[in-house]
């Protein structure tokens, strides 16, 4: 079996929406990721401890851009133009 890790850290962008995202049972945060159905999204905040759209599998690197409005009531902050990702 091909290892999964590191598999799509060059990978295109996802847009998904975490509410539709399957729960991991890890937090209220944590997903599992839609690209390799194994790895996790954590959900990433900023240096002002803020919750934002952009994050990646910690196995497959899969970037994802999340389309919610807000995740577990923290309104997500758009860091798509500082990551490069803007589109
Ligand atoms: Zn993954």
Same mark, same amino acid.
């Given at each position: 079996?091909?290892?999964? %890790?590191?598999? $799509?850290? =060059?990978?295109?962008?996802?847009? @998904?929406?975490?509410?539709? *995202? ?20 954590? %959900?990433?905040? $900023?240096? =002002?401890?803020?919750?934002?759209? @952009?994050?990646?599998?910690? *196995? ?28």
């Amino acid at each position: 079996m091909k290892s999964k %890790v590191g598999s $799509n850290v =060059k990978a295109t962008p996802m847009r @998904v929406a975490h509410a539709a *995202l399957p729960d991991s049972g890890a937090s209220e945060f944590a997903k599992a990721c839609p690209a390799c159905e194994e790895g996790l999204l954590l %959900v990433r905040r $900023n240096d =002002k401890h803020e919750v934002t759209n @952009v994050d990646r599998c910690l *196995l497959c690197g899969q970037v994802v851009i999340y389309t919610d409005a807000s995740i577990a009531g923290w309104p997500l902050v758009d860091v798509t133009a500082s990551k490069g990702l803007a589109s």
